[in-house]
């Protein structure tokens, strides 16, 4: 039995047993886009930070300082928008931050 007739059969047990029915983006066409517009030398290591659900600091600070403005502005406590308020300037410091040591580095 050849390789590709091994792999072949493998494939098709799994799809039997159903392995593949609930799969993230079943159904939607793969979106190869922002694959190949990424330099050719970081791809596959941007590839596999991004299966894995990895995002960088700057953008997990940009989703937090996101929260914490609809959070404050949705609040009608005030003690608790002072609280939201002073953590959302922490973390637009903590970004401004980041992004100078980041520019620092170029």
Request: a negative charge; aromatic letters at 6%.
């Amino acid at each position: 039995m050849s390789i590709e007739s091994a792999i072949e059969e493998k494939i098709k047990q799994a799809i039997a047993r159903g392995d593949f029915d609930n799969l993230a983006g079943s159904g939607k066409p793969l979106d190869l886009d922002a694959y190949f517009n990424t330099p050719e030398d970081v791809r596959m290591g941007y590839s596999v930070l991004k299966s894995n659900d990895f995002v960088p600091e700057e953008i997990e600070m940009l989703r937090e300082i996101g929260n914490l403005r609809t959070q404050l502005k949705d609040s009608t406590d005030e003690s608790e928008k002072a609280i939201l308020g002073k953590k959302l300037n922490e973390k637009s410091l903590a970004l401004a931050l980041i992004f100078e040591r980041n520019k620092k580095r170029k």
